[in-house]
Antibody
């Protein structure tokens, strides 16, 4: 069974750094792109970026380029999303997703990680 | 890259059909047959319902169908059931610069 299990909710202050994780299981982690999707409170879905764990090739949405860093450690089948200096506007639910290259769709989703940034 | 345009809401009675539109441009929806649709219940992660415009993943009821004409894709839910009440988002591949874009989302209410 394919599963993406994300790290738990985080409460941070503005200016702090953060790294959240997404562990894949039930499939070949290095053979599928893993992406990140933001959902701000009461809002829609936004595609942030994507990484291929096999070679760490990474692509970012122009809207998120320079704002976050996506990485992966294939030895432990885990992808990461990190911020160096959080802002209140980063408060959102973040989902990791498995991307199917053949269909250009996101076929499996993690349960989400809620990030709250507040002073 | 702007979000794809969806109506904010749609509704229908049990057993009826509802169709949701998703309008983009020739750079995304109109340019590729890579439109997908996602269902999201409150407090839950989205779930893939349709991919490549009209294909259904295993386990998705055939009440859900997709189509596309020009720059507009559509999701139709036939024989509405109470459990179909949810938010629905479309998504499209948008080329090698913008990659992927989501729709604005539509809340489907079963009356």
């Amino acid at each position: 069974e394919v599963q993406l299990v994300q790290s738990g909710a985080e409460v941070k202050k503005p200016g702090e750094s953060l790294k959240i994780s997404c562990k894949g299981s039930g499939y070949s982690f290095t053979s599928y792109w893993i992406g990140w999707v933001r959902q701000m409170p009461g809002k829609g879905l936004e595609w942030m970026g994507i990484i291929y764990p096999g070679d760490s090739d990474t692509r970012y949405s122009p809207s998120f380029q320079g704002q976050v860093t996506i990485s992966a450690d294939k030895s432990i089948s885990t992808a990461y999303l990190q911020w160096s200096s959080l802002k209140a506007s980063d408060t959102a639910m973040y989902y990791c997703v498995r991307h199917s290259t053949a269909s250009e769709a996101f076929d499996y989703w993690g349960q989400g990680t809620l990030v709250t940034v507040s002073s | 890259q702007s979000a794809l345009t969806q109506p904010p809401s749609a509704s229908g009675s049990p057993g009826q059909s509802v169709t949701i539109s998703c309008t983009g441009t020739s750079s995304d929806v109109g340019g590729y047959n890579y439109v997908s649709w996602y269902q999201q219940h409150p407090g839950k992660a989205p779930k893939l319902m349709i991919y490549e415009v009209s294909k259904r993943p295993s386990g998705v009821p055939d009440r859900f169908s997709g189509s596309k004409s020009g720059n507009t894709a559509s999701l139709t839910v036939s024989g509405l059931q109470a459990e179909d009440e949810a938010d629905y988002y479309c998504s499209s591949y948008a080329g090698s610069n913008n990659f992927y874009v989501f729709g604005t989302g539509t809340k489907v209410t079963v009356l």
